[in-house]
């Protein structure tokens, strides 16, 4: 992988490329943040605060810090279990179909379809690469996305469909599940004959919403995403690698060009170079060819475009940007009534099937019956209708408009196609599947409700974290299965045992306190609160790819995994010779070992009554239960804990995005990657880069006291700038990488560092590194929940 930020130091350019924020767009609307930053949590907890009272709060709330995370997650679980959910589909469903609110009036007198566009829009901006985005936290409420051009009028369905509803229910159901339930309602009245005559389609709830805009998110370079030829700049990739200016990882692609030009690359109806973004759009979420022309086919088999009118003449102010007396409204129309049929959203006018709000094969039928010739739409777009030769072929116009009017009944219309929808009969690869799907219209039903279940629920992690009666009755390869204990989970006693043995591999020299930290860091960390993917559990650690990656030191790590499998063996032999049922998991000993070497670094280190939490409950998927490709994307490219920098230039910032997914705070970087140089956890294990003591694998506080040290003298080496030589006045000079010297050169980093590196400081050091490591050991135990 190609990482763009290669020219990054070059001052000019980062100006440039500074990422938007909803302050740079809006600099006029009213600035909260200063009411919810938490200065608490950039505080060591060992530091005294004026207001003593939250600091216990806050030092009780880290010793407990997962289930302290994971509580108002069990408090919505709580009330979404009371919740009559039987009641709220049937209120959704009457809301979608016999209500009509005149600001707003339904098309064809069925909101489905806006519905399932406001889903769709919902949990179609999650990347796969970092796990971002996705409908998880309903931010589409809120700015940049609540504004976003192509979101356009979602503003009305949330307001005049859902609120009543959302107001009824209050807590007990997120904005974020109802958008995603609202939207499986929506297909699945009109997938049966009637109401009810189907089966729902699988759903898990549990998501929680944003009440602030998330600030994790790289919101893109790009400043114009507001402007109409955004999707032009998708074109211009700064690096040539891809056709959409691909930023991995941290950037995976702007959040505000997601979605495709409907009317082909840069409004160049191009059919070909238009299947190309898309497949690059979908794979970025996730999607295989397959599962991408199910969803815009069965997505576009409902529905209608809307432009009455060109909107630049017509339309006002996204929601963000518009007057206070709109209330949160946007995109003001005044063509004419400004609704109904003169509804301006994208500027594309018209329907793709003769049924616009019922489930069958009219979108291939039409896709294949006619050839397509380009037109306007009033609002100036481009699209396609059936050339002269197929309507002349099919019996003439009255024939072949066969497309009803969504507001009047007697009127019919010409059937349309974007750039976009021809694609996926042209392109070479998506040509053969909508054949396919044709042809057997079932395996396209199929198909479409496999892919919208995983585009609504790709971003929710392990099932164990879905709730509700509706939950997919196959086990969902993507959703990386953690299989069932069907065995006795090791009681103290056996830990006792299992850890005793551990101490002998590592007093026999067979392994190092640093191979064991370094494959129970690498098993757990890469969990990504994002999207809940990564972790421990499942012992993937010891399976393709992970196995294999270099960041992981494969020499150290295969050498653990065989000492962890005889200890694993025998001990499950042991007990079944004895009758007992009882088995140890490799994902329970690889973190149990990890365990085991932080306790006797801190043994070392002086601290002998020093215990690092353990539960057990973890098991081993098999490598047949594990997509290698769908993996890939876990791998670091970098990672400043190991001091494994890729080939990226400033691995600080990456730092600080590696720990955002491992949800941690700032003290709790500082403490981690201190006490993980010491126990020379590097991927690279010779080079001792950073590694700041002269007693490794003693868990001492020294890589702060060393790295803050007055009388040492830093200066880059090398020609790539990446690697520094600390000289002092006694001893061989240090080594240190970007990551080891921005915990002394960045202020508030060095404010933390201090804290740990002072001499009454040492204890502090040891129970903040346990409690952090411990944090990112059991990051994914929603088993526990
Ligand atoms: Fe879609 C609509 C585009 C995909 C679903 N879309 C639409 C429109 C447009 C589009 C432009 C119109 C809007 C207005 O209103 O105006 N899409 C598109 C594109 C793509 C898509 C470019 C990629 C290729 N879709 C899709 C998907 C889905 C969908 C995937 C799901 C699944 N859409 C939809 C719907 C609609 C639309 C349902 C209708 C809405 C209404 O009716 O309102």
């Known amino acids: 992988s190609n990482i763009s930020s290669s020219n990054n130091d070059d001052p000019t350019t980062m100006m440039k490329k500074k990422p938007m924020t909803v302050r740079d767009w809006w600099p006029d609307s009213l600035d909260l943040r200063i009411l919810h930053q938490d200065p608490l949590d950039a505080r060591p907890s060992h530091v005294p605060h004026p207001s003593s009272a939250t600091v216990a709060a806050a030092a009780s709330a880290a010793t407990t810090s997962f289930s302290s995370s994971t509580a108002s997650y069990t408090s919505y679980a709580t009330k979404f279990a009371k919740l009559d959910l039987h009641a709220l589909r049937n209120d959704i469903y009457k809301s979608l179909t016999t209500t009509s609110h005149p600001a707003w009036p339904a098309d064809y007198g069925h909101y489905g379809p806006l519905m399932i566009r406001l889903a769709w829009h919902s949990a179609g901006t999650y990347r796969v690469f970092d796990g971002r985005g996705g409908g998880g936290s309903a931010n ?86 507001l402007k109409d030829d955004r999707h032009h700049q998708q074109q211009c990739s700064s690096n040539g690698e891809s056709s959409t200016g691909l930023e991995e990882p941290l950037g995976a692609v702007q959040m505000g060009l997601i979605y495709v030009n409907p009317e082909g690359p840069g409004g160049n109806p191009d059919i070909l170079a238009s299947a190309k973004d898309i497949r690059e759009t979908f794979s970025r ?122 507001h009047h009944g007697d009127v019919k219309h010409l059937p ?16 053969p599947i909508s054949k396919q799907f044709h042809l057997n219209p079932d395996l396209f039903t199929v198909e479409f409700k496999k892919a919208w279940y995983k585009l609504c629920h790709r971003d929710m992690g392990p099932i164990s974290r879905h709730l509700g009666p509706y939950l997919p009755d196959e086990t969902l390869i993507w959703q990386d299965p953690i299989p069932l204990a069907h065995y006795g989970t090791i009681n103290a006693n056996d830990i006792r045992n299992l850890k005793a043995s551990i101490m002998d591999v590592i007093y026999s020299s067979k392994i190092s306190i640093s191979d064991l930290v370094k494959a ?197 080496v090398g020609d790539d700038g990446k690697v520094f030589c600390g000289v002092r006045p006694t001893g061989k000079p240090w080594k240190a990488s970007r990551v080891d010297l921005v915990m002394g050169s960045n202020a508030q980093l060095r404010a933390i560092s201090e804290a740990y590196a002072s001499v009454d400081s040492s204890n502090h050091f040891v129970n903040d590194f346990v409690r952090a490591w411990t944090k990112v050991m059991m990051l994914d135990r929603f088993d526990l929940l």
Not at 140 to 165: E, F, H, V
Not at 547 to 576: G, P, Y
Request: a negative charge; one cysteine or more; proline letters at 5%.
């Open 416 to 431: 349309i196609m974007f750039t976009t929808d021809l694609a996926l009969r042209y392109d070479p690869i998506y040509g």
């Open 285 to 406: 979420m996730g999607m295989n060819d397959m599962e991408t022309v199910a969803l815009i086919a069965g997505g576009h088999t409902f529905g209608k475009a809307h432009g009455a009118a060109n909107p630049s003449k017509y339309v006002g102010r996204e929601p963000e940007g518009a007057s206070i007396d709109q209330m949160g409204l946007g995109w003001k129309n005044s063509f004419q009534t400004g609704r109904g049929a003169d509804a301006i959203t994208s500027g594309l006018e018209g329907a793709w099937t003769a049924n616009p709000t019922k489930w069958d094969n009219g979108y291939f039928d039409l896709l294949y019956k006619y050839d397509w010739t380009q037109s306007k739409s009033p609002g100036g777009a481009t699209q396609w209708v059936p050339n002269a030769d197929s309507i002349n072929a099919n019996g003439g116009l009255d024939a072949v408009a066969t497309v009803p009017d969504a």
């Open 520 to 716: 129970a860091w690498a098993s757990a960390s890469t969990y990504r609160c994002t999207d809940h993917r990564g972790g421990a559990n499942g012992g993937r650690i010891r399976l393709l790819p992970q196995k294999n990656w270099e960041v992981n030191d494969t020499t150290s790590l295969d050498r653990v995994i065989a000492v962890l499998e005889d200890i694993q063996a025998c001990f499950n032999d042991h007990h079944k010779q004895s009758n007992s049922n009882t088995q140890v998991s490799f994902a329970d000993l690889v973190i149990l070992a990890g365990n085991v070497a932080i306790e006797e670094a801190a043994r070392r280190a002086g601290h002998s009554n020093v215990r690092v939490p353990f539960v057990a409950g973890r098991t081993d998927a098999l490598q047949s239960e594990t997509d290698i490709n769908s993996f890939q994307v876990l791998q670091p490219v970098t990672d400043g804990f190991r001091n494994y920098d890729g080939k990226d230039a400033r691995p600080e910032v990456m730092l600080v995005d590696r720990a955002h997914l491992l949800s941690l705070k700032t003290p709790e970087m500082v403490v981690l990657l201190g006490g993980l140089r010491v126990l020379n956890a590097n991927a690279d294990a010779s080079s001792l880069v950073g590694v700041l003591t002269d007693r490794p694998e003693a868990l001492t506080n020294d890589f702060f006291t060393n790295l803050l040290d007055e009388y040492t003298t830093w200066s880059p």
């Open 140 to 225: 589409i409420r809120l700015p940049p996305l609540n504004s976003w051009p192509d979101n356009g009028n979602l503003d009305k369905a949330c307001r005049y469909i859902l609120w009543p509803i959302k107001r009824k229910y209050g807590q007990s159901i997120s904005w974020a599940d109802l958008i995603i339930l609202a939207g499986n309602v929506a297909i699945e009245s009109m997938m049966g004959e009637s109401w009810g005559s189907v089966q729902p389609l699988w759903f898990g709830g549990g998501r929680m919403d944003a009440f602030a805009p998330e600030e994790d998110v790289n919101w893109g370079h790009e400043p114009e995403w």
